[in-house]
């Protein structure tokens, strides 16, 4: 196999060219050289993805029998479709790492891939779209609706995308698990989101990889919910945080209805605690039958907490800010209790 992963320097991009490589596969990678070191054994190709000169220039280094695209997130379809267009006469296949944001119902309904899609056009600016005053839908959703869009106006049958809900494991650059990890460290009582029993389902950077490796050498086609089909509870997620971190503390599980009244930020204040009913209800059954294999989640805790203690170094970037609540609001909102 030959592959070039639009992206391959840090996090999921990084895990996907190792992992291509650890299969023997040849392996070329497009970024712009500002946010990571290339992976040893990989051709680096440096430019930037906007640039149609870049772009062209990319091409010529092919062909390929597939692109893994894990570096979109920030880009308007029709920079999605710039990519797409240029570089299909050099590629077979097209791996496209989405959302399930794309979903319209989500995050309150229950979701399948039969749930409908946000509707954007391939050739969308980044103006695009809207988020509602509840939050969903969101103006990202609309706008990776029409990044998958571009992809398929391109590459047809020959597509395939992967909406994963959260990612977790090391070299995570949003910092949900590591400052969970950090508040657990930390020990004395920890401000919970109830029910202790809920599940949630993050999966494991590596098992995205891993699956988006063999859609690359596969021939599906069509979108695959990427979440972890078993799941854990927060109760046990919050367990295996303090246990690997040795924190001397306990979890104060505190009703949803309270938290909302005090005003603590859902998804970011408490990384991975959101009270709408179809946030953790992703079916990803599809994805397993094509050989989607996930790791126990207490796996992805030890190995990030092993990363993150042996100084582990994300990649900057803005999102790693907004999570995680101050001491002194914790505090403040467990005194009142």
Not at 51 to 57: F, G, I, K
Not at 79 to 95: D, I, K, N, Q, S
Not at 300 to 320: C, F, K, L, N, Y
Request: glycine content about 12%; aromatic content about 8%; some cysteine.
């Amino acid at each position: 196999m030959r592959i070039l992963v639009m992206g391959g320097t840090w996090f999921l991009g990084k895990h996907t060219a190792e992992g291509a490589l650890a299969r023997g596969w040849v392996v070329t990678t497009f970024n712009r050289g500002r946010s990571g070191r290339d992976v040893d054994g990989v051709e680096p190709v440096h430019g930037d993805r906007t640039n149609r000169a870049d772009l062209n220039r990319l091409a010529g280094h092919g062909p390929w029998d597939a692109v893994i695209d894990t570096s979109s997130s920030d880009l308007a379809p029709r920079e999605v479709f710039a990519a797409t267009t240029a570089l299909r006469p050099a590629a077979r296949r097209w791996v496209h790492v989405s959302t399930v944001s794309v979903y319209g119902g989500w995050p309150h309904q229950p979701l399948t891939e039969a749930s409908a899609l946000l509707d954007c056009p391939p050739d969308a600016d980044g103006s695009f779209g809207y988020t509602g005053a509840d939050g969903s839908p969101t103006k990202y959703g609309f706008q990776k609706a029409g990044g998958e869009r571009a992809v398929t106006e391109a590459f047809g049958g020959a597509s395939v995308f992967l909406r994963p809900g959260v990612i977790l494991g090391p070299g995570e650059y949003v910092g949900r698990l590591p400052w969970w990890l950090e508040r657990a460290k930390r020990g004395g009582r920890i401000l919970a989101p109830a029910p202790a029993e809920q599940c949630i389902q993050p999966v494991d950077v590596r098992d995205v990889a891993a699956f988006a490796l063999d859609q690359a050498a596969g021939s599906a086609s069509g979108g695959f919910n990427v979440t972890h089909p078993e799941g854990i509870t927060f109760a046990a997620f919050l367990e295996a945080c303090l246990s690997e971190t040795g924190g001397a503390g306990a979890p104060v599980w505190v009703d949803p209805a309270v938290l909302v009244e005090q005003g603590v930020k859902q998804w970011t204040e408490l990384p991975l605690w959101r009270t709408h009913a179809g946030v953790w209800a992703v079916d990803s059954s599809a994805a397993v039958a094509a050989g989607l294999a996930c790791r126990p989640i207490t796996d992805t805790v030890r190995d990030t907490w092993r990363w993150w203690a042996a100084d582990g170094r994300p990649v900057d970037h803005p999102r790693w800010a907004e999570h995680g609540i101050t001491p002194e609001k914790e505090e403040k909102i467990l005194a009142s209790l």
